[in-house]
């Protein structure tokens, strides 16, 4: 697992990094659209909740999946469709429900979906994935679905009204929508790698993440894409904490559709294979953080670092233990410097971990230098945790390893957001 | 791990459970006494805080600590004195102050108190048992605690009162004192086995729980108190969660005085080993019990029964996971009977599991069978999840592994409750 905090890309290229942007239809060759179905039934007919994204040009693609047992249908879908290999062409998504714990009926349901999609537009079902977010355990409204997926063809288009439509209508709790467009020159040419994400709650993705969707004109041989993806992924979307709770629908998907004419892969010059997975991490990094921000209900983002673990593991059970810790994420949200409550759940993650040794920091401030408590400094964290973005340091000094997560604080409205559905 | 809910002693014997009784005076030839010291220095001088429990018998003891690998300086000195083997007459507790992450001073604090004590009643200082609970990583206020101590000596005395002033005494987010006495006669000799507990937040123990205090006036010799305790403490308060975060202070000892002149050991007769085991784990259970039953800010309590798990290490993963979910428990909080968030927690648990063979159900109400929903019972589950206390049992179908978690919602007010200490 790559320490996030210190990128194995240390500044080699002017990447051109947009948040905020397009997304996906800002890959050439790539068009989207998104509709209103009503799949909630709550009579929300304004409501986008249905994507499609296409690409004339034949993809390979790659995928990260959760490794909830209990995977969703559409999860099913995607996985056995990127076994067969493609060639590719666009993906269904939509919000409002997660097609998961449905039984024979949701994988019906999936397969449905990529088969219309395929025969309006003269493609193979094998070519489209399929993806799901919402309320688990109830049946889609095929129905409404369908139709929907019908007007979606129709409407389809590559202006960046359509980019941004589509990254809006897979939201859920999401309070905004979350693109990002990376691009960089190679040999006097432009290279893009761009995309969209969801989620806000149920987020500690492991092996994958809610949705996120993301498209290159590269041409990408598929075992080179996919080692990419899951590096990209394993440093950013998978370093994530929102609630602790992983979902079983988390998907990233990742589409080459070659417009460029330019093959990056295990034989391209270091260089150019350097500044491909540089981008598409970044796109990753961007869209990650994008999804911690707007966790349900947060008011604080904090980046819990762990130094001088005995083993990477160990760094990454301190990390997670904090940043799950439901007395530590209370104290981030009455922003009570509680270092007590680090410590405490530092000692019971299971890792490695001498009391004496240990070094806790709120920014730069120390609250403990070798299991010594520093309450001198106490108004200097005072100040520390009243930022909206913080970091805490727990440096174990007994090795080398080194995890980064980024967490939120827990606050009684997120309890009031998550009573019902 | 024993099977909390198919407990070992399948009714042999009639046992007295009497559930907020004096507590620990109970026991023949224990004295008690709890005086206010003001250690959280918060001008509150009628809040008792110092708890001396003692006994003029000499006792054996036995244990069972947090393994949380920080350690609050008074675990440690229980487990020396432990390891020192006796003999015992007493222990100390303070609530107010952890004594946890406070380093060499924190250690030799807690040896002082066991010293001070040990002089005032002519014992050696290893004699006496030393735990706190409080705040972590502040230095005790020693001078209050010593002149503390010697009232407590002075007033220390056998009434059902100086019982229940010990009981309350260490209560620290506790809404209510934990006592319970369980007695049974053998051969026409009337025994007894009783104690107290505190704990609310920052539960969930393992090894060992919170404080929690026991006394019985058998004889015992060391290692079969030990094990009697260790098997109870399984099957009990390792079975119990309120946040998922386990404490550095977790601790529970029993003491046995033989005043009643009755040994029991490996050598007893069956029915009598039967019988005090089962009298020392119903007392550990009646506190348990009561521990989550006064969870912090907690509006349910919910029993997670996981049957038919591959393994037992299976069955406690996915009742973890359950009890613990952030989603799960704010779900409880709003009495929404959220299956599906059941569903995908028992999935990230890391269990076996295949969602075509699992079972939930409410109470005796079905949610899902055999993976395929059950919808048209919705109105019966929403029923349920309406009770104080019910029951989610999750049947993976797959062997014969069980395991019971004794878990709480999660409220808006737990939140708010802990922002800040």
């Given at each position: 697992?790559?320490?996030?905090?210190?990128?194995?890309?240390?500044?080699?290229?002017?990447?051109?990094?947009?948040?905020?942007?397009?997304?996906?239809?800002?890959?050439?060759?790539?068009?989207?659209?998104?509709?209103?179905?009503?799949?909630?039934?709550?009579?929300?007919?304004?409501?986008?909740?249905?994507?499609?994204?296409?690409?004339?040009?034949?993809?390979?693609?790659?995928?990260?999946?959760?490794?909830?047992?209990?995977?969703?249908?559409?999860?099913?879908?995607?996985?056995?469709?990127?076994?067969?290999?493609?060639?590719?062409?666009?993906?269904?998504?939509?919000?409002?429900?997660?097609?998961?714990?449905?039984?024979?009926?949701?994988?019906?349901?999936?397969?449905?979906?990529?088969?219309?999609?395929?025969?309006?537009?003269?493609?193979?079902?094998?070519?489209?994935?399929?993806?799901?977010?919402?309320?688990?355990?109830?049946?889609?409204?095929?129905?409404?679905?369908?139709?929907?997926?019908?007007?979606?063809?129709?409407?389809?288009?590559?202006?960046?009204?359509?980019?941004?439509?589509?990254?809006?209508?897979?939201?859920?709790?999401?309070?905004?929508?979350?693109?990002?467009?990376?691009?960089?020159?190679?040999?006097?040419?432009?290279?893009?790698?761009?995309?969209?994400?969801?989620?806000?709650?149920?987020?500690?993705?492991?092996?994958?993440?809610?949705?996120?969707?993301?498209?290159?004109?590269?041409?990408?041989?598929?075992?080179?894409?996919?080692?990419?993806?899951?590096?990209?992924?394993?440093?950013?979307?998978?370093?994530?904490?929102?609630?602790?709770?992983?979902?079983?629908?988390?998907?990233?998907?990742?589409?080459?559709?070659?417009?460029?004419?330019?093959?990056?892969?295990?034989?391209?010059?270091?260089?150019?294979?350097?500044?491909?997975?540089?981008?598409?991490?970044?796109?990753?990094?961007?869209?990650?953080?994008?999804?911690?921000?707007?966790?349900?209900?947060?008011t604080k983002v904090?980046?819990?670092?762990?130094?001088?673990?005995?083993?990477?593991?160990?760094?990454?059970?301190?990390?997670?233990?904090?940043?799950?810790?439901?007395?530590?994420?209370?104290?981030?949200?009455?922003?009570?410097?509680?270092?007590?409550?680090?410590?405490?759940?530092?000692?019971?993650?299971?890792?490695?971990?001498?009391?004496?040794?240990?070094?806790?920091?709120?920014?730069?401030?120390?609250?403990?230098?070798?299991?010594?408590?520093?309450?001198?400094?106490?108004?200097?964290?005072?100040?520390?945790?009243k930022n909206r973005r913080f970091?805490?340091?727990?440096?174990?000094?007994?090795?080398?390893?080194?995890?980064?997560?980024?967490?939120?604080?827990?606050?009684?409205?997120?309890?009031?957001?998550?009573?019902?559905?």
């Amino acid at each position: 697992m790559p320490d996030w905090f210190e990128t194995p890309f240390p500044n080699m290229t002017p990447l051109i990094v947009i948040p905020d942007s397009a997304g996906i239809t800002d890959v050439p060759g790539f068009e989207a659209a998104a509709v209103a179905s009503d799949i909630r039934q709550k009579n929300d007919p304004k409501r986008l909740d249905l994507t499609l994204v296409y690409s004339l040009r034949p993809c390979t693609a790659a995928g990260t999946f959760t490794i909830n047992a209990v995977k969703a249908a559409p999860v099913l879908l995607c996985q056995k469709h990127l076994a067969e290999g493609g060639p590719f062409h666009g993906f269904i998504a939509n919000s409002g429900n997660a097609n998961a714990c449905t039984g024979a009926e949701g994988l019906r349901d999936a397969n449905l979906m990529a088969q219309r999609a395929a025969a309006s537009l003269n493609q193979k079902p094998t070519a489209f994935f399929v993806c799901s977010t919402g309320r688990i355990g109830q049946p889609l409204p095929m129905d409404r679905i369908l139709k929907g997926l019908e007007r979606a063809v129709t409407e389809k288009g590559r202006t960046p009204a359509h980019g941004q439509k589509a990254a809006n209508a897979i939201l859920t709790s999401d309070t905004k929508a979350k693109t990002v467009t990376v691009s960089f020159v190679y040999d006097g040419k432009k290279h893009t790698v761009a995309g969209f994400a969801k989620g806000a709650g149920m987020i500690q993705p492991n092996m994958a993440t809610m949705l996120a969707f993301l498209a290159t004109d590269f041409s990408v041989p598929r075992s080179f894409l996919q080692k990419t993806l899951s590096e990209a992924v394993g440093g950013t979307f998978n370093c994530i904490t929102v609630d602790g709770d992983m979902s079983t629908n988390d998907t990233v998907l990742i589409l080459a559709n070659g417009h460029s004419g330019v093959s990056v892969g295990d034989k391209s010059p270091r260089e150019l294979r350097a500044l491909f997975a540089e981008a598409v991490w970044k796109a990753c990094e961007v869209l990650a953080d994008k999804i911690v921000s707007d966790g349900e209900k947060i008011t604080k983002v904090i980046e819990v670092k762990v130094l001088g673990a005995a083993s990477a593991e160990d760094a990454q059970k301190v990390a997670r233990a904090i940043g799950n810790s439901l007395l530590v994420k209370s104290s981030w949200f009455g922003e009570d410097p509680n270092w007590g409550r680090l410590a405490d759940a530092a000692g019971y993650s299971g890792a490695k971990l001498i009391e004496a040794k240990m070094d806790i920091r709120y920014n730069d401030v120390p609250a403990m230098v070798a299991g010594k408590p520093q309450p001198d400094l106490k108004s200097k964290w005072k100040e520390v945790v009243k930022n909206r973005r913080f970091t805490v340091t727990i440096d174990l000094h007994l090795g080398k390893a080194a995890y980064r997560l980024l967490a939120t604080d827990l606050t009684d409205s997120y309890v009031n957001f998550n009573k019902s559905e």
